[in-house]
């Protein structure tokens, strides 16, 4: 059974950086598809940012600019490098994976920035 960790949140202040980790537990094959989402609370999910296993990487609005997604294929893990945060990037963020029909979500990790 495959499960993503999410690792890496929590609380900064505005400017401050943080770096998010999702790993597929359970698997040897590597994922199509890894991606991050968010939802801040009242507001629906969005798609923060993507990227395919060849590298190809795609950035929601929520993503451009600041943030970059990676990709480690032998770790089976995608990152999320947020720069610059400002308050209005608290949300719970998701990770993502697919792997041909099949979807996985993981648990979900708080970023909160307060000044």
């Known amino acids: 059974q495959v499960t993503l960790v999410e690792s890496g949140g929590g609380l900064v202040h505005p400017g401050e950086s943080l770096r998010l980790s999702c790993a597929a537990h359970g698997t040897s094959n590597s994922m199509h598809t890894m991606e991050w989402y968010r939802q801040a609370p009242g507001k629906q999910r969005d798609e923060v940012a993507r990227?395919?296993?060849?590298?190809?990487?795609y950035y929601g609005d929520s993503g451009k600019g600041r943030f970059t997604i990676s990709r480690d294929g032998a770790k089976n893990t995608v990152y999320l490098q947020m720069d610059s945060l400002k308050p209005e990037d608290t949300a719970v963020y998701y990770c993502?994976?697919?792997?041909?029909?099949?979807?996985?979500w993981g648990q979900g990790t708080q970023v909160t920035v307060r000044p």
């Open positions: 993502k994976a697919a792997r041909r029909s099949y979807v996985y």
């Open positions: 990227i395919t296993d060849d590298g190809y990487a």
